[in-house]
């Protein structure tokens, strides 16, 4: 499968979304509908990790396309935290973060990798639970 979606803890408030090396939009806008899916079932604010770390490029007309998912994001999305992007990637998804209406840019996170992105949901989480 080019992108799977499946929920990254037993609580169920991340979900982990992991797209393949090679993948195209049609791929993107299924798995995100998925996703879209499970995040509106929830009754809590829902992390997402979109590992696209393994990914060799982004298909193209990206700008477009990302703004078009973006646009629809849930409200109890409360962090994407994009794992393994590019330089040139993470400039890409900020700009569109801005573009889009309901600023998604400042739910927008980058890890490294899948291990710094659970640290950064533990930081979150923690965070959380002082206030």
């Not at 090396?21 to 809590?44: C, G, I, N, P």
């Not at 979109?50 to 998912?69: I, K, W, Y």
């Amino acid at each position: 499968m080019a992108i799977e979606v499946t929920w990254d803890n037993s609580d169920q408030t991340a979900l982990y979304f992991h797209a393949s090396e090679t993948w195209d939009w049609q791929d993107f806008y299924r798995k995100t509908d998925e996703l879209y899916t499970l995040v509106k079932s929830a009754s809590q604010n829902i992390d997402v990790i979109m590992d696209l770390s393994t990914s060799t490029t982004l298909p193209g007309n990206a700008l477009s396309h990302f703004q078009t998912v973006m646009r629809r994001t849930p409200r109890n999305v409360r962090s994407y935290i994009f794992v393994g992007v590019s330089g040139f990637q993470a400039a890409v998804l900020s700009v569109l973060g801005h573009i889009v209406p309901e600023r998604v840019a400042d739910r927008f996170i980058f890890a490294q990798d899948l291990a710094s992105a659970h640290q950064i949901l533990a930081d979150i989480r923690q965070v959380e639970l002082i206030r």
